[in-house]
Nanobody, 126 residues
Framework: QVQLVESGGGLVQAGDSLRLSCAAS????????MGWFRQTPGKEREFVAV????????DYADAVKGRFTISRDNTKSMLYLHMNSLKPEDTAVYYC???????????????????GGQGTQVTVTS
């Protein structure tokens, strides 16, 4: 079993920055890709960013490309999402996820991930 706990969300103004963190425990994460997703009320959980097991490859949703950066520290079992130039449309609950599968694929669909956290709220005001 893997436990994932997100933190770092908050209330910010448009143009501000935030760094989300995801602490993993229960199982080493250094062989698995991980991702960030977000969800707003009434909408499906959507892909934000994904990172390969070694951090060497990343991919982003078009809506956040150039503004968000995903990173990881396998020595600390941590995943991060650096968010710059935040917009009101970035307001959502953000979830980290782990895909415990030996694969080079960078999955962008929530149900491809076996483990997910409880989420952290990010609210961006205009």
């Amino acid at each position: 079993q893997v436990q994932l706990v997100e933190s770092g969300g908050g209330l910010v103004q448009a143009g501000d920055s935030l760094r989300l963190s995801c602490a993993a425990s229960g199982r080493p994460i250094n062989r698995y890709s991980m991702g960030w997703f977000r969800q707003t009320p009434g909408k499906e959980r959507e892909f934000v960013a994904v990172i390969s097991w070694d951090g060497g490859r990343t991919d982003y949703a078009d809506a956040v490309k150039g503004r968000f950066t995903i990173s990881r520290d396998n020595t600390k079992s941590m995943l991060y999402l650096h968010m710059n130039s935040l917009k009101p449309e970035d307001t959502a609950v953000y979830y980290c996820a782990l895909r415990p599968k030996f694969s080079e694929e960078l999955a962008k669909v929530w149900n491809e991930y076996e483990y997910g956290g409880q989420g952290t709220q990010v609210t961006v005001t205009s």
